[in-house]
């Protein structure tokens, strides 16, 4: 009797013994999550589905939305408030029982075309009789194409700007009319075979070539600055720098209803019309052969007439396609409007001109009113 206790004793000591014992086995974590759509809009919130596997009471989640902002809930929300690059890179880490797993994936960001209280140029031009552009920007008292004569044309209440735009040697864009440097700024040399960190070392003159503070800008500063703001005249004519390559960037930024892209030839602005049923591409009548190429597009509203060509005749042909019509009065010349008591500007208005751009804005729009 004594041995069969003893036996089962023992067998209860190893029964309990092996109980005690057993390995609890941690499936690891992986990390992964969906969101809906590959690209949203500054001011958006997004949702964010964690799918990750291997989740327990235990996990541990750290996301980092790539703007400085970070969560630890299991299936975040984020709005971005910023375009910064465009793309964000959105990182989901999970600890769990001392396992770690990571998983990143990238989202577009980029601004609604729709701009709260701001119509459409297109909108625009149809209820408004004319629209003053200033060229190269409000200039008076500040370099042309810089963000001061932005600022300044805005600060008038000037209704569009026009800047010019060419690449630099590393593929960014900036606000400059001449190939070359030295007219413009203390540097000298092609813009072309500068990057971007090398040209925003240099300083802008002004119209008397006197230097001033004001750096070299970039298209997206341009286009931040303006956005709500004022209309864009987008220069890109000969070959200063390539449609396709703007595009996006002008997209992005939301402002495609808000500019013309001034494209000048045949063939870009063709490419460019047929690119987004919202691009103004804006050819230049320079003859009758050039009218008659463009006659019977239906995608034109807006052609950039010459002295030559603004006339009765090409401007009742224009307006029967339903043209608006932009003109040039006091540009690049040093007669103002003052010399010949506003000649060019009511030539321009009388005959159904749309859109002035000058060197004069304030003293133009002034006198349209």
């Not at 041995?3 to 092996?18: D, P, R």
């Not at 297109?122 to 600022?151: F, V």
């Not at 807006?302 to 307006?319: I, L, M």
């Not at 040039?328 to 010949?340: H, I, R």
Request: with cysteine; glycine share 6%; proline share 2%.
């Amino acid at each position: 009797m004594k041995m069969y206790s003893k036996f089962f004793g023992i067998l209860f000591l190893l029964i309990l013994n092996s109980c005690g014992s057993e390995e609890v086995i941690t499936t690891p974590a992986s990390a992964s999550f969906e969101i809906q759509q590959s690209e949203y809009f500054v001011d958006e919130q997004i949702s964010f589905s964690n799918t990750s596997s291997g989740v327990d009471s235990n996990s541990v989640f750290e996301w980092s939305f790539g703007d400085g902002n970070t969560s630890t809930d299991k299936n975040p929300t984020h709005t971005y408030t910023d375009i910064g690059e465009g793309i964000y890179s959105i990182k989901l880490k999970i600890s769990n029982s001392g396992t770690e797993n990571s998983f990143t994936k990238e989202i577009s960001i980029a601004y609604s075309v729709n701009i709260s209280g701001r119509k459409p140029l297109t909108e625009k031009l149809a209820d408004t009789k004319i629209l003053t552009c200033a060229h190269r920007g409000y200039h008076k008292n500040a370099p042309e194409n810089s963000l001061q004569s932005i600022q300044n044309a805005i600060n008038k209440e000037i209704e569009m700007v026009e800047f010019d735009i060419r690449e630099t040697k590393d593929g960014k864009f900036v606000l400059m009319h001449d190939s070359t440097l030295e007219r413009t700024t203390n540097g000298a040399g092609n813009v072309s075979d500068f990057t971007l960190a090398e040209l925003q070392q240099l300083k802008l003159k002004d119209n008397s070539g006197v230097l001033t503070d004001e750096k070299i800008p970039t298209l997206q500063e341009a286009l931040v600055l303006g956005r709500g703001k004022i209309y864009f005249d987008l220069d890109i004519s000969n070959d200063k720098v390539s449609f396709d390559r703007i595009y996006p960037v002008v997209k992005q930024y939301g402002m495609i209803k808000q500019s013309l892209f001034y494209t000048q030839g045949v063939s870009i602005t063709k490419s460019a019309l047929n690119k987004d049923e919202d691009v103004i591409a804006m050819p230049i009548i320079s003859d009758e052969d050039r009218l008659s190429q463009f006659e019977n597009n239906s995608l034109v509203e807006v052609a950039h007439f010459q002295s030559q060509t603004f006339n009765q005749n090409f401007v009742t042909r224009a307006k029967a396609k339903g043209w608006y019509i932009f003109m040039n009065g006091y540009v690049n010349t040093t007669k103002t409007p003052l010399d010949d008591n506003y000649d060019e500007i009511d030539k321009i208005s009388n005959l159904g001109g749309n859109i002035i751009q000058t060197d004069y804005p304030v003293l133009v729009k002034e006198h349209l009113k």
